[in-house]
């Protein structure tokens, strides 16, 4: 896939961008819990940015967004911070680097404004394949957490919370 091209999502690619998670839904079941509206859940009030992976042929075969998460509520002092969020690979795209390239490009934007990077997972076997991906590029598992929020059945859900390494 060398033809592929990062750029900004607009309004327009929503409806595109839903398409496509619901795809990676099916298969992965990404999101754990499929969202009442998928768009506002792609576009939330605080959103800081997103993109597309889009082909030669205009297709759009991954997206990732960058969140305003502010300072940690227990450290007023610290640095505000962005969330890498919403990242996802259409299944026919996949193993072509194209999560790489979004979340190299997430990155570029975030260093050219100085915000440090964070970013969670669900703690579960099928996160494997992006765990690996952000390993392989950097990111440090700090800790694991019980999110706030349940799964599909209202069982707790596990988290993984990484940061990105100081020499990635």
């Avoid at 819990?33 to 940015?49: G, K, Q, R, V």
Wanted: charged share 20%; proline share 8%; glycine share 8%.
């Amino acid at each position: 896939m060398n033809d592929l091209r990062i750029r900004d999502r607009t309004a327009a690619d929503l409806p595109h961008c839903v398409a496509v998670l619901t795809e990676v839904h099916r298969l992965d079941r990404y999101p754990l819990n499929w969202p009442d509206d998928p768009e506002l859940w792609l576009s939330p009030t605080n959103a800081l940015h997103a993109w597309v992976a889009e082909t030669a042929q205009g297709a759009i075969v991954g997206h990732v967004a960058l969140h305003d998460v502010g300072s940690a509520a227990d450290d007023p002092a610290s640095m505000p911070a962005a969330e890498v969020s919403r990242l996802f690979v259409a299944p026919g795209a996949r193993g072509y680097n194209v999560g790489g390239q979004l979340l190299a490009h997430a990155r570029r934007w975030a260093a050219g404004r100085r915000l440090p990077l964070v970013l969670e997972i669900v703690d579960h076997p099928r996160s494997g394949p992006a765990i690996t991906l952000y390993e392989r590029t950097g990111w440090r598992h700090t800790h694991t957490a019980t999110a706030t929020w349940t799964g599909p059945d209202g069982d707790p859900v596990r988290l993984r919370r990484y940061t990105l390494t100081e020499d990635a």
